[in-house]
């Protein structure tokens, strides 16, 4: 069964034609020069503004490094100013995006540095230490360093950079001779000289790493093409609930994340809308007070921020009369924080599903149809169908695969051949490894993972991952890594683990883990045992072990 959704907004789809990223911010930054594109702690800079910022860095690339289009240029920052800025002057300059999470330990950071060949970062300095530990390991021969609170105006500059470096103490000392600061490179007076390079559509535009089955993070090509279709059909089924040239959207999601940058860094971009970036949305008092200020008229979530703001004391003082667009993506939606959220807020959730491999938006549910429970039906020119094991099609309502078909799927894995004809078809469907079912007026509902990816809080972790790390340890035997329910974050990691000395303490495998793992990634849960569930041929069989945890926790 093929399902093809007619979006009744089909004839907004293609409203102006672009072939590339570039010249959509040519068209948009001139289109809506005075309008308000990016805020961060408290500064607002215009899409002139944003114009001209991104075309000194790119200046600053073409003009003064030994970078070529076609190199690769990682991008590891929270969200300020800086992150739109340099993503955009780095296409400008026909680089290719790598974005980079900045909760990366080093040994992540090496990993996606060395696959990629990145010759090139812009990062916070807050991580620079974590750079000067692995920078002779890899690639990277221009680095751009920048502070927190670099594009705000002078005096605040100084004070949250000062207060951030030696008040919190959170920039430790580090050493890179080489690295050229953000602010020297904005702030340089030679005459604009800028050569903007000339990409075609299927040149790879951005590398977003994802991973696999085998748990070895692999980098999704997205082509300047699968990223402008995307755009148009995110736009299609959101245009209803969002005024061009008129809306603020809080973005508490990091831009680095697939789901967030579509949305802010293309779609809002694209509509002359105003994005307010929020660079730590754990803290929800601190999100409250950008909400009052702002008044917006919609907001781009997960669960579990949803969770966090409506169960917040101050929540029902907050007023929410202007919105109209609550979108949420990257995990599934509790039927319940949807409900709680609309009641508060009088706005409706749309919830979507998507994958970095698509852009990532595969369905949405659209605005005045949303069906709760399920991410909706696909967005236009979208194919999805469910297969079985032995890749033959289900009827309407059988549990089976999804499959995916459309212009946003990627192009392929970035130097993976294998995996590329692994996850697409001869003839273009793309494999999701989501369990998945299609109902009668082609919404989608999300029954399980077929892959033992866990998804903590949005994000993305392989259990392979961490198994190989935790079974490095002298004093382990073998791990298996699972994930359990949790209200709050969608699913906790749990690990259970042979260990080869009797002396081996859950506090030592603990500090093992954050030494080496992002903070998501760490095991909330340890259990030591004698031995793990194998099948005949000796796997580790996960899903006994998840079918003895308990549904909630």
Not at 437 to 464: A, E, T, W
Request: with cysteine; net charge neutral.
């Amino acid at each position: 069964m093929n399902v093809k959704l007619q979006s009744p907004l089909t004839e907004e789809l293609d409203p102006a034609e672009f072939s590339t990223l570039t010249e959509l911010y040519d068209y948009a930054c001139k289109r809506f020069s005075d309008k308000p594109a990016f805020t961060s702690l408290g500064r607002t800079i215009t899409f002139a503004e944003l114009d001209r910022c991104s075309s000194d860095f790119s200046n600053y690339l073409q003009q003064h490094t030994s970078l070529s289009p076609g190199d690769r240029i990682a991008i590891q920052l929270p969200n300020v100013l800086q992150f739109p800025i340099a993503a955009i002057g780095a296409l400008k300059a026909g680089l290719i995006l790598v974005n980079t999470n900045p909760l990366y330990t080093p040994r992540e950071m090496k990993h996606q540095f060395n696959d990629s060949g990145a010759k090139a970062i812009v990062i916070l300095s807050n991580f620079g230490k974590k750079l000067e530990e692995i920078l002779p390991e890899t690639c990277i021969e221009v680095i751009i360093t920048t502070d927190v609170g670099d594009m705000l105006h002078p005096m605040k500059r100084l004070i949250v950079n000062f207060f951030a470096r030696y008040i919190k103490r959170l920039v430790p000392r580090y050493s890179l001779p080489s690295a050229v600061s953000w602010l020297k490179i904005l702030s340089q007076s030679s005459p604009r000289s800028e050569t903007k390079h000339v990409d075609s559509g299927t040149d790879t535009a951005i590398i977003l790493y994802t991973g696999g089955t085998t748990g070895i993070a692999k980098g999704a090509m997205l082509t300047h093409s699968n990223l402008l279709a995307n755009m148009k059909q995110l736009r299609a089924v959101s245009k209803s609930v969002i005024r061009d040239g008129e809306d603020s959207i809080i973005a508490p999601l990091p831009l680095y994340h697939t789901y967030a940058f579509m949305f802010h860094c293309l779609t809002m971009v694209y509509a002359g809308n105003h994005s307010v970036l929020i660079p730590n949305p754990r803290d929800i008092d601190g999100l409250l007070k950008v909400i009052r200020k702002i008044h917006p008229n919609g907001i781009v979530g997960i669960n579990t921020l949803y969770l966090a703001l409506c169960r917040h004391k101050n929540i029902n003082t907050v007023d929410f009369s202007a919105m109209r667009f609550s979108g949420a993506g990257g995990m599934a939606m509790t039927v319940n924080v949807a409900r709680e959220w609309t009641r508060i807020t009088k706005c409706e959730v749309f919830e979507g599903y998507g994958l970095t491999e698509c852009s990532p938006v595969v369905t949405v549910n659209p605005p005045g149809k949303v069906k709760l429970g399920t991410v909706g039906p696909a967005v236009p020119d979208t194919l999805l169908k469910v297969v079985n094991d032995k890749d033959e099609e289900l009827l309407q309502g059988e549990t089976g695969e999804l499959w995916v078909k459309g212009p946003q799927v990627m192009k392929g894995y970035w130097h993976n051949t294998a995996a590329t004809k692994e996850a697409i078809s001869p003839d273009g469907w793309f494999k999701t490894g989501d369990y998945a079912q299609i109902d009668s007026d082609g919404y989608v509902r999300i029954v399980d993972r077929k892959k033992d990816m866990i998804i903590v809080s949005g994000f993305n972790v392989f259990p392979s991952e961490i198994e190989e790390l935790v079974n490095s340890h002298p004093d382990v035997f073998e791990s298996a890594v699972i994930g359990i329910p949790n209200e709050k974050s969608g699913e906790l990691v749990k690990m259970f683990v042979v260990p080869k000395a009797m002396s081996l303490t859950k506090e030592q495998l603990y500090d093992y883990c954050r030494l080496n793992l992002t903070p998501y990634k760490v095991p909330k849960e340890i259990v030591f045992v004698k031995d793990l569930p194998k099948s005949n041929v000796g796997k580790i069989l996960r899903r006994e072990l998840r079918e003895k945890e308990p549904q909630t926790i």
